[in-house]
């Protein structure tokens, strides 16, 4: 996973990651869905990692106890499949004052091995001042 130091245009790019049958299953079981295809929210578990590394980057001195998540959208661009290798990538759109804290907004591309978007999420987050 890699970053780099400006904070508005922040960028974190994740490791490939195979969808395998077994992953499949796994998270299929834990929410209840059928186990014979990919449930679109198996995204949210592949991204997670980056929007973590966002989420810590120590540039953006988020306090996730003081911190609201206000805002989140997706579009699936098409189903997630067994064996597609997939790449999540984070980018922060937005960085403002808002009522005594901080709107941060990043946007999540989850891309395939030829760079399609497979799914992508905006996501908000109303946080507190943290002293730098």
Same mark, same amino acid.
């Given at each position: 996973?890699?970053?780099?130091?400006?904070? =508005?245009?922040?960028?974190?790019?994740?490791? @490939?990651?195979?969808?395998? &049958?077994?992953?499949?299953?796994?998270?299929? %079981? +834990?929410?209840?869905?059928?186990?014979?295809? +990919?449930?679109? #929210?198996?995204?949210?578990?592949?991204? /997670?990692?980056?929007?973590? $590394?966002?989420? $810590?980057? @120590?540039?953006?001195?988020? =306090?996730?106890?003081?911190?609201?998540?206000?805002?989140?959208?997706? %579009?699936?661009?098409? @189903?997630?499949?067994?064996? =597609?290798?997939? &790449?999540?990538?984070?980018?922060? #759109?937005?960085?403002?004052? +808002?009522?005594?804290?901080?709107?941060?907004?990043?946007? &999540?591309?989850?891309? =395939? /091995?030829?760079?399609?978007?497979?799914?992508?999420?905006?996501? +908000?987050?109303?946080?507190? %001042?943290? %002293?730098?």
């Amino acid at each position: 996973m890699s970053t780099d130091n400006a904070v =508005d245009g922040l960028v974190v790019v994740g490791d @490939p990651v195979t969808v395998t &049958t077994e992953v499949v299953a796994r998270f299929a %079981e +834990a929410v209840g869905a059928p186990a014979d295809q +990919a449930p679109a #929210t198996l995204a949210a578990a592949l991204t /997670a990692p980056v929007q973590r $590394a966002v989420m $810590a980057h @120590p540039a953006l001195r988020i =306090d996730l106890s003081r911190t609201l998540h206000t805002a989140q959208t997706s %579009e699936h661009h098409r @189903p997630i499949r067994v064996g =597609d290798v997939l &790449t999540a990538t984070a980018t922060v #759109t937005g960085v403002r004052s +808002a009522r005594g804290g901080r709107m941060i907004g990043f946007d &999540t591309v989850l891309r =395939d /091995a030829d760079g399609a978007a497979v799914q992508s999420l905006c996501s +908000a987050l109303l946080t507190a %001042e943290v %002293e730098a």
